[in-house]
């Protein structure tokens, strides 16, 4: 059996190391509950976070409308939609999704946010002289 081929384009960017990623949204809908829960990675296509606690009814096809995204000081607004919950909507799971940024001023903050993670990693990368910018 060989293994699944990444069909990912975009860079991902470790966040969970530095502990300063968080997204925040309420569940099950805008105006539920409050959670928030440990940015993982980003990319230009979406991010993953670290369920804090148990979220039933969290499932691939799910949407989480305004969310908010905070990282480094900077917070981008938008919608998720839920890829996976690995393995379960259980605390410590893993939840992936697709990220759609609200507004222009959200995705020119995206933007600013990933060319500033990408031009860390390439500069650690040099100094190592080794590694890989696509965090797997």
Sequence with gaps: ????VCRRLHNRFRIGETGDGLVAFGYPD?????????????????????L????????????????????????IEGDLLVMHVTPGPCAGAVCGALFYPREDRDILELRGLLAELSARAGVAEDAAGVGTRRSE
Excluded at 57 to 75: F, K, P, Y
């Design 1 to 4: 059996m060989r293994p699944p």
């Design 30 to 50: 805008p105006g539920g509950h409050l959670c928030r829960m440990p940015l993982h990675d980003l990319s230009a296509a979406g991010l993953s976070f670290r």
């Design 52 to 75: 804090a606690h148990e979220l039933p009814g969290l499932e691939a096809g799910c949407r989480l409308d305004g969310v908010s995204v905070t990282i480094a000081h900077r917070v």
